[in-house]
């Protein structure tokens, strides 16, 4: 059992799931890592039953917060039942095979991540308490979605924060996984669920790489930051005139240059540079190179706000460069998936980084993360993805 410190209740009773160390009174019982422990106020009063974790600050996540609720087999297979619900009514399931179908906390599942490619499912077990119960969860997961292999990428570097070891691997079938095909808006990409990023795919992205092909006929695009070319080819379905696309992983362009082909899309329009894209896009500056269209989907400079000064200068640098080599009347797509730098933060940022480029300019849509990776209300940590369309004038 954990018992809080008088007055550290209020976030639990809000329904945020996660109880701090520097929250806890006592823990008794001695409790192992993912054990379900009772968690109750410094007066007695059971709040909420968790699991628990030693060894990291999040000492405890909450499972649920009827204490009387048993956490067992049947617990978790009814949250998957209802995970996969929600996913089943979304619009994307119509034309994509591509989802996230476990989004953690915001899932009532703290910690697990799983995406769905295909007919293979990859799953991430992020915290103790996920670890614990990871056989009854993966066997909810292979039954209710009919995917007979799941690969698992606990590989990040989150479950070090939980005294884990990473662990990589097929935990049920097996079969190649480097290349598994998946059809997203009509459009073919090859994910590569073991050396991949994150599980593979940046799912999050799918309806704004949709809303890019959209906006991006008959326009010189620029794509930094493109991994396996997703925004670039969205861009050239879109009827693009041509698109040049930075990326500095030689395996992610590698995959890129495959996706291309794998679609039936005129390649010659498309250059895949190998580059850092804060030196290339000053090249281009100094070249007079000018663009109609430009995204920028960097990687996450401040996971957390502690990171937030150095990343908010690389990304005002980035988007400073962007509004230079844009032409009046063209667009930057622009993100930050910084869980450290909030929508309001980026949003002055990208101001700050317009003003000093000399450029008008002005917001004309905001983006966030597609529905497949819902933010629960009681969890704001959730929505980390932000972006912003403007309209340089
Ligand atoms: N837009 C992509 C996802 C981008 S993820 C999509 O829709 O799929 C961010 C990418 O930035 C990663 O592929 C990473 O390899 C790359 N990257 C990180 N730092 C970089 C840098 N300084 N220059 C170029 N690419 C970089």
Known sequence: MIKLKPARDKSLRRHHPWIF????????????????????????????????????????????????????????????????????????????????????????????????????????????????????????????????????RSDAETRKLEGLKPKIGFVRGNRNATRCPIIEHGLNFRVDVEQGQKTGFFLDQRENRQRVRTLAAGREVLDGFSYTGGFAIAALAGGAKRVCAIESSRDAIEIARENLAANPLDASKVEFIAADVFAHLRKLRDQGAHFDLVVLDPPKFAPTAAQAKNAARAYKDINLLAFKLLRPGGLLATFSCSGGVDAALFQSIVAGAALDAGAEAKIVERFGAAADHPVALEFPEGEYLKGLLVLKT
């Open 21 to 152: 160390s520097g929250a806890v009174a006592s823990v008794s019982g001695k409790p192992k890592a993912g054990d379900t422990v009772d968690v109750v106020s410094a007066d007695g009063k059971p709040l909420a039953r968790a699991a628990y974790s030693p060894e990291s600050q999040i000492r405890a996540r909450v499972w649920s917060f009827d204490a009387a609720r048993e956490v067992d087999a049947a617990f978790f297979r009814e949250r998957v039942t209802r995970a996969l619900a929600l996913r089943e009514s979304l619009p994307a399931a119509k034309h994509s095979n591509a989802l996230r179908l476990v989004h953690g906390e915001s899932d009532g599942l703290p910690g697990l991540i799983v995406d769905r490619y295909a007919d293979v499912l990859v799953a991430q077990f992020l915290a103790a308490g996920v670890e614990r119960w990871r056989d009854p969860i993966l066997d909810a997961l292979a039954e209710l979605s009919g995917c007979e292999a799941i690969y698992e």
